[in-house]
């Protein structure tokens, strides 16, 4: 059994940027892929970014502006996410599942067991 807390989300400004954290009890992450979504007023929940052994997957919308990394001594996984736009606003939310390789994360809700509560980022001025 894995739990997952996210934290970090806050309204930031255009431009701006910010580092979502999700940290993981229970269980090392070490052998998990690790799923970041979003759901934005009115839309479905989209996968945005997935990582599992050394490879990392982004949509093209985020693409060159979100970072997924991993502090496996804090079994903590980090988003960072720079050049925030108001388009990013949404509930963020980090999904984990140990067999899982990412294929599809972008629409992968049903992949993923194990589910942090999200964290709201809103990009506004």
């Known amino acids: 059994q894995v739990q997952l807390v996210e934290s970090g989300g806050r309204l930031v400004q255009p431009g701006g940027s910010l580092r979502l954290s999700c940290a993981a009890s229970g269980s090392t992450l070490d052998y998990y892929a690790i799923g970041w979504f979003r759901q934005a007023p009115g839309k479905e929940r989209e996968g945005i970014s997935c990582n599992r052994d050394n490879r990392t997957y982004y949509i093209d919308s985020v693409k060159g502006r979100f970072t997924i990394s991993r502090n496996n001594a804090q079994n903590t996984v980090y988003l960072q996410m720079n050049n925030l736009k108001p388009e990013d606003t949404a509930i963020y939310y980090c999904?984990?599942?140990?067999?899982?390789?990412?294929?599809?994360?972008?629409?992968?809700?049903?992949?993923?067991?194990?589910w942090g509560q999200g964290t709201q980022v809103t990009v506004s001025s």
């Open positions: 999904a984990a599942e140990k067999y899982y390789h990412c294929l599809g994360y972008e629409s992968g809700i049903d992949e993923f067991v194990y």
